[in-house]
């Protein structure tokens, strides 16, 4: 008994495709495109095996087509691209001869993407989360863990390091509870995959230093001010000693720089304070 197309339907979701029933029992899918070249109608004689040959073929050319655009526009993993393959409805079989052919030409290949990845994403990311997403991507686990590896944990830092601060001067802005800083830096850096350990390294650096710098200046702005006080004290009861045998002013002044200059004080901070001084008895 020969077989025989008995009904040829178009699909319900692709309306490009079509189901072919051979023998009144459902057979295979193809293009409505194919059932054109080949002249295919109902009721037509067909050496069943020979279609499915000319069909897996024109089934396979599709899929490697989807496969090529698939990667046009940006390198993809060998699981991006099975996904889009099998969205399009392309079969297992059509899909990893796809996924062959692009091994062939180095169209595709996880080593290097793991590479270009770590490239792009090592300056704002932390390992942790690269191999997260490396793995939503469908990287093994072993070429991920081997790439990682190359890194050392001082890169990892120094790169941590750049994003703390930048973060930590934004902070500042809004924020001056220490601890609540703290917390904010924290987190932002453990969303971004960093180690919890290498985290707190980071902040502690970070968070002495200008606690450090901070505490530098207040005790410069402190000895300063007790400076002015101790200068003006000092200027005030010498000048009411030689106000009592002398009241030029000229000479009143002359008396007290040399005396206060003598003491080691500053020309600048023994002028000004001599101008506050004189010019307010005067």
């Known amino acids: 008994m020969k077989d025989k197309i008995t009904k040829i339907e178009l699909q319900k979701k692709r309306k490009d495709r079509v189901n072919i ?9 193809c293009s409505a495109e194919l059932v054109f070249l080949h002249s295919l109608k109902k009721d037509m004689d067909i050496d069943k095996d020979y279609l499915e040959k000319i069909i897996d073929e024109e089934n396979y050319i599709k899929c490697k087509n989807d496969a090529l655009k698939a990667i046009e526009r940006s390198y993809k993993t060998e699981k991006e691209i099975s996904t889009k393959l099998v969205q399009k409805e392309h079969s297992e079989k059509n899909i ?22 770590l490239k792009e994403k090592m300056k704002k990311q932390g390992k942790k989360k690269i191999k997260y997403e490396l793995l939503k ?34 902070l500042i802005k ?3 509870n220490s601890f609540k800083i703290y917390s904010k830096l924290f ?32 005790s410069i702005k402190k000895t300063t001010e007790e400076n002015y006080q101790e200068l003006h004290s000092i200027a005030e009861k ?30 600048d901070d023994v002028k000004q304070e001599l101008k506050k001084l004189i010019n307010t008895d005067i």
């Open 21 to 29: 029933y051979i023998n009144n029992e459902y057979s295979l899918s």
């Open 96 to 117: 990893n001869k796809a996924i062959e052919f692009l091994r062939q030409y180095k169209f595709v290949d996880d080593y290097r993407y793991v590479d270009l990845y």
């Open 137 to 170: 991507k469908g990287i093994e686990e072993n070429i991920i863990n081997d790439k990682l590896g190359s890194i050392s944990n001082e890169s990892e830092v120094f790169n941590m390091d750049i994003l703390a601060r930048k973060k930590y001067s934004i």
């Open 174 to 176: 809004s924020e001056d």
């Open 187 to 218: 987190n932002y850096l453990s969303r971004l995959g960093y180690n919890n350990s290498m985290i707190k390294d980071v902040i502690k650096n970070i968070m002495d230093v200008i606690t450090e710098k901070d505490n530098y200046r207040q």
């Open 238 to 267: 010498r000048y009411n000693i030689i106000l009592k045998h002398e009241s030029n002013s000229v000479k009143i002044y002359g008396k007290l720089w040399r005396f206060l200059t003598a003491k080691g004080y500053s020309s």
